[in-house]
Each structure stands twice: as structure tokens, then as C-alpha cells.
């Protein structure tokens, strides 16, 4: 199931299979650009949460500093 609140933020439940695997609902991996593949890196927030964050491939990093090189180069 999945909603969306007052804000525009989508929630979903998954149920947790017996491998231990979980399907991630349609409406989060299309807006996250989760794909197979993609991966995912669960912290527990310090309410007691847990957040999932998809981890871009290097691939996608490349040249995402330029803006900042003259920052990251100075003596």
C-alpha cells in the first residue's frame, strides 16, 4: 500500500519475505530511480527510525565537485 500525506510525501508498507527481502513499492523506486541493482543503505535515525537511502552509482558522481573545484584546489 502506498500513500501520499499533506505534504506530498509518498509512505508505503512492505511485508518482509523469509530470505529476508522486501519489495519496495512502485511509486518510491520510480521517484527515487531505484532499480535492480541500485544499492540501498538502512540508518537508524535518532528517533529510533529507520531510513532507507539508495546509494547513486560512481558513474553518476563523476564531475559533481566542478562547481567547487577552485574550493577543493586552493592552497
Do not use: C, Q
Not at 6 to 11: A, E, N
Not at 13 to 34: D, L
Request: net charge positive; charged share 25%.
Amino acid at each position: 500500500m502506498v500513500t501520499i500525506n499533506y505534504h506530498g510525501m509518498i509512505s508505503g508498507t512492505a511485508t518482509v519475505t523469509s530470505k529476508s527481502m522486501i519489495n519496495i513499492p512502485a511509486k518510491i523506486r520510480k521517484k527515487y530511480s531505484i532499480k535492480a541493482g541500485t544499492r540501498i543503505v538502512f540508518v537508524e535515525n535518532e528517533r529510533g527510525g529507520l531510513e532507507m537511502i539508495p546509494v547513486p552509482p560512481l558513474s553518476e558522481l563523476f564531475g559533481i565537485d566542478r562547481e567547487y573545484k577552485d574550493i577543493l584546489l586552493a592552497p
